[in-house]
């Protein structure tokens, strides 16, 4: 069964914190995305890896990096946590691989994480 | 730029009826896919349904089925037969098949009516 898992489901930090997300998937998938998730807003993209220790910007990058060094794991760091940045952040993996002659490549989630920054 | 736009925020639907979710989108590729995404309450996204821009009908997956109007940009979803479990988020995608990055829209809520 595949699977993305991310390391909390609850987080609590205070403003100015170093803050670490991490996200694993175990699908050998080319392909991670970071986004947040707020109501009203739907998903945006933070940032996204294409192949280990490549990543691109997406829509909202500011205040925001990641780290890929092995194609299983892509961090995203909240290097100095404000409360705008409370928010639901879901990981997600696709495959740059088609399946069954199609090129489907959807996207599989993580649980997400519900970050609250005091 | 490619966007999704979905203009239902919420919908209701009373239990064993159909209802449609409704979603368009804009891209200047001629080549994309098209995906649905449930979130429920609990927040995992569950895929649902795809459809490729050059494929000839439409996808169907169980009670689900995708409407898919080309000359319209336009990939609205149907649930047969609604279910309370049905009750969730329900997410639009596009995926450009020269990029990797997803475009999603701000999601309907549904919810469903015994």
């Known amino acids: 069964d595949v699977k993305v898992t991310q390391s909390s489901r609850y987080l609590v930090k205070r403003t100015g914190e170093k803050v670490f997300l991490e996200c694993v998937q175990d699908m050998d998938h080319e392909n991670m995305f970071w986004y947040r998730q707020d109501p009203g807003l739907g998903l945006r993209l933070i940032y996204f890896s294409y192949d280990v220790k490549m990543k691109e910007k997406g829509d909202i990058p500011e205040g925001y990096s990641v780290s890929r060094e092995k194609k299983e794991r892509f961090s995203l760091i909240l290097e100095s946590a404000s409360t705008n940045q409370t928010s639901m952040y879901l990981c997600?993996?696709?495959?740059?691989?088609?399946?069954?002659?199609?090129?489907?490549?959807?996207?599989?989630f993580g649980p997400g994480t519900r970050l609250t920054v005091l | 730029a490619q966007k999704i736009t979905q203009t239902q925020p919420g919908m209701f639907v009373q239990e064993k009826e159909a209802v449609t979710l409704d979603c368009t989108y804009d891209t200047s590729d001629p080549s994309y896919g098209l995906f649905w995404y449930k979130q429920p309450s609990s927040g995992e996204m569950i895929f649902l349904i795809y459809?490729?821009?050059?494929?000839?009908q439409n996808a169907t997956e169980g009670r689900y089925s995708l409407n898919f109007q080309k000359a319209r940009k336009s990939a609205n979803l149907v649930i047969s037969a609604s279910q309370l479990g049905d009750s969730a988020m329900y997410f639009c995608?596009?995926?450009?098949?020269?990029?990797?990055?997803?475009?999603f829209g701000t999601g309907t809520s549904l919810t469903v009516i015994p």
């Open positions: 997600a993996s696709s495959s740059l691989k088609t399946r069954s002659g199609r090129y489907y490549n959807e996207q599989f």
């Open positions: 459809q490729g821009s050059y494929d000839q």
């Open positions: 995608a596009m995926r450009s098949n020269t990029g990797n990055q997803f475009y």
